[in-house]
């Protein structure tokens, strides 16, 4: 297999690349014609590789790519799942090379060189692997399982569709395992296995203060202004020590044992090249918490944007009517996204003075997430890393919401394995995504070996 | 003079409406052509009026119009001062018609009709009214001080070159008093004067965090997130009760007497009326203080705008590289603008917090103001509008600032009387601006009142 992996590795890079340039934005419904051509990409792509019954399915939103190859019923079956759409690229401007025109520069952690553009990581990137992986093993006939194939296009906003499509294809999905490639390693020499997932709630926010934009002069200090108090309200949603102050929110937290948490802070991690990455002085987070126990183990709560009143060039003396904001809690298990939503909306308009008026209004949400170490699809990853990289990989927590995984254990019954190859330096939703040439033939080269061993295991 | 004014009025209103066409928006370049060209529509008007030495003067920035008509050397000599740049009239899409297409539309307040446009009232309406008023004076042989225009163009952006103007131009500005009109009364049956005006320290602050945008998954609870720490910054600078919690910021205050608390009070001023017109359930301001109080005798703190993140359509999960606020306070006497400004950026970079970076830029800022309301000047603007409304007015202190104010007692030692006709629910710096018809026509009748009192009283 690896000689044919070299033979094609020019091929494998070129359509990566065709793929790339496709700008298919799901948040963005300008985008909406070219979401829909990176489906039928990837149809052709996965029927030349030799996928049966590939169908682009119509959901309610953009469909969801299927595809499969039944070579003996009695084999296990596993379930690919990625996706095609990719973030917004907006700043523009902040990109040094253009988001949809892949370029491969060479970096200092890439020293082989990294395919610069949005979604090179994610997922594209990722999820071609697995379509690459396909051809490879069979042309080399190779192929050790059954394989279906989910590949959806509304990941980045939510999958709003996703579950009506499992539910209504719970027999064409019928799998024993579901493999993700969608997260990180810890470095290209420290394999690592994200066996943690954090869930996701998410908000908008809107303070209301007088019915239309006043004078600050003729108003200001009588009438509240809607962006102090929503500053207000934030600033309060955590206490001096980090700590989420609404109400409950931590009642369903599983807190780690000791030696959970000797685990969790033995995988390598240094902070100095963490702060120097970033370019900042110092981390900040809840106390009594390391930085992987931080995203990896305990909740948190981000604003994701923050608006209200003249943002334009210059000057203006305006007590705003309104002020808005984007927040984002992301949970850990056994938080329930639901719950949470719940708690946060009720304790918000809780806070809000007699002299505003708040409105909350629910995002797409997800659960958390856990695989146990100890599972056979755990351990047939474990070893193909071990093969390829040399390396027994580490079970890590990933800060990042994948939601839809909780939702493939509620529907179809099976358990996901996120065996991603990405790195957490590849600018995942922020300019100047990329993502390594020896991070995409490795995970091509790494996926047959987990059907191999995950075949042995059954 | 009244006959004068009736015969005229529908050419009085079209002339205004003609200024009013012409988008004069200083804060934005893109105007820049209309700017100019409303500096030579008032030098037509001053020169049709029958003003002398009318020139468009330059500066730096836009030019200020000047015009004088000396009667007699021996006479005192009012100096008009006006402005006619405009706010921008941001967000378009909330005026109910467009703001540089007049109309007259019937209100409550307004029963008589108002004159619906960005700068009706702030300030070419209350401009123009001297400019008429000076025809009228001419045409009827009834100008009883000598008079001496100077109408800027850059008041809504700071009046950066004004300064310059006044102090080259010393001789040319000598006066006795500075006649002003950009500011309101009570109510169109209760009249008033400005005796105070609030001064101005205005900045930019930006908080910069990690390097890049962020992963709020990946990141998100490890490394101090510039929207939050920026709200926990905003939050702090205002105590439980409102009060301003930067050091030494009240030093200066001249804090009221009694009676002086008193006086202000029994100002005619309707709670349940001005909390229902803003549509809002409850004011909210520094503890201890009524409303008329928290805008004309103590400093305030507003942020009038704020914005980091991502703040598009849909949702985006981003920990923003950074997030910046405009921020401005309102000075009463005796704090002083560049003081303030300094004590404001110390005390802002000493909050934030070892995970951020922070950077503090002042914007155009004004000293506060007071006219003792025993000045022949104030007396004389006193009967001026007891003759024309049928009461004597009552003095108040205003919200706003008008810097330059200041600036003329301190270059050419000649103190202003802000003798305005405007009403606070005109929404000045707002959608739907708006200038009542009898308030244009009723500044007519008083100015010459006031040149005829003033004169009197010399």
């Given at each position: 297999m690896k000689a044919y992996i070299e033979a094609n590795?020019?091929?494998?890079?070129?359509?990566?690349?065709?793929?790339l340039r496709i700008p298919s934005?799901?948040?963005?419904?300008?985008?909406?014609?070219?979401?829909?051509?990176?489906?039928?990409?990837?149809?052709?792509?996965?029927?030349?590789?030799?996928?049966d019954k590939v169908e682009v399915c119509e959901t309610a939103g953009y469909p969801i790519v299927y595809g499969e190859?039944?070579?003996?019923?009695?084999?296990?079956?596993?379930?690919?799942?990625g996706h095609y759409d990719v973030q917004p690229a907006d700043p523009y401007e902040l990109w040094d090379s253009p988001p949809f025109e892949p370029v491969i520069k060479k970096t200092e952690i890439h020293p082989d060189g990294a395919i610069f553009a949005r979604g090179s990581c994610d997922d594209k990137g990722q999820m071609y692997m697995h379509v690459k992986a396909f051809e490879t093993m069979m042309a080399t006939n190779s192929l050790s399982c059954n394989v279906k194939f989910m590949i959806e296009g509304e990941e980045e906003v939510g999958s709003a569709n996703l579950g009506t499509f499992v539910k209504e294809n719970k027999e064409r999905l019928k799998s024993d395992v579901i493999l993700i490639s969608d997260t990180s390693i810890i470095a290209n020499d420290v394999p690592s296995i994200d066996v943690g997932l954090r869930g996701l709630s998410y908000l908008e926010v809107e303070v209301v203060g007088p019915n239309r934009d006043l004078h600050s002069g003729v108003y200001g200090g009588a009438v509240a202004n809607p962006i102090n108090v929503l500053a207000q309200m934030i600033?309060?949603?955590?206490?001096?020590?980090?700590?989420?102050?609404?109400?409950?929110?931590?009642?369903?937290?599983?807190?780690?044992?000791?030696?959970e948490r000797n685990d969790l802070n033995a995988a390598p991690f240094d902070l100095e090249a963490y702060k120097k990455d970033l370019n900042i002085n110092d981390v900040r987070g809840e106390a009594g918490y390391s930085t992987l126990e931080r995203t990896g183990s305990r909740p948190t709560l981000d604003c994701n944007g923050i608006w209200g009143g003249y943002i334009g060039e210059g000057s203006k003396t305006v007590l705003p009517s309104k002020a808005n904001a984007k927040i984002s809690m992301r949970l850990v298990p056994n938080q329930q996204t639901d719950k949470i939503t719940a708690l946060f909306t009720k304790h918000f308009e809780s806070?809000?003075?007699k002299?505003?008026?708040?409105?909350?209004?629910?995002?797409?949400?997800?659960?958390?997430?856990?695989?146990p170490p100890t599972s056979s699809a755990y351990l047939a990853a474990s070893a193909a890393m071990e093969e390829s990289f040399g390396k027994k990989p580490i079970p890590t927590r990933g800060g990042g919401s994948i939601p839809i995984v909780a939702l493939f254990?509620?529907?179809?019954?099976v358990k996901s394995i996120l065996m991603g190859f990405g790195l957490d330096s590849d600018a995942l939703h922020s300019p100047n995504e990329h993502y390594g040439l020896f991070n995409y033939y490795k995970g091509i080269e790494t996926i047959p070996l987990f059907f191999k061993h995950f075949a042995a295991s059954k």
């Open positions: 590795k020019e091929r494998f890079l070129s359509e990566l690349f065709d793929l934005v799901s948040a963005d419904s300008k985008f909406k014609g070219d979401v829909l051509r990176t489906a039928e990409f990837i149809k052709e792509k996965l029927v030349a590789a030799g996928a190859k039944i070579i003996d019923p009695t084999l296990p079956t596993v379930l690919v799942y600033a309060s949603l955590h206490d001096e020590n980090g700590h989420i102050t609404i109400p409950n929110f931590y009642d369903d937290v599983v807190v780690l044992s000791e030696q806070i809000a003075p002299s505003v008026k708040v409105k909350v209004t629910p995002h797409h949400g997800g659960e958390p997430y856990l695989m254990e509620r529907e179809l019954g």
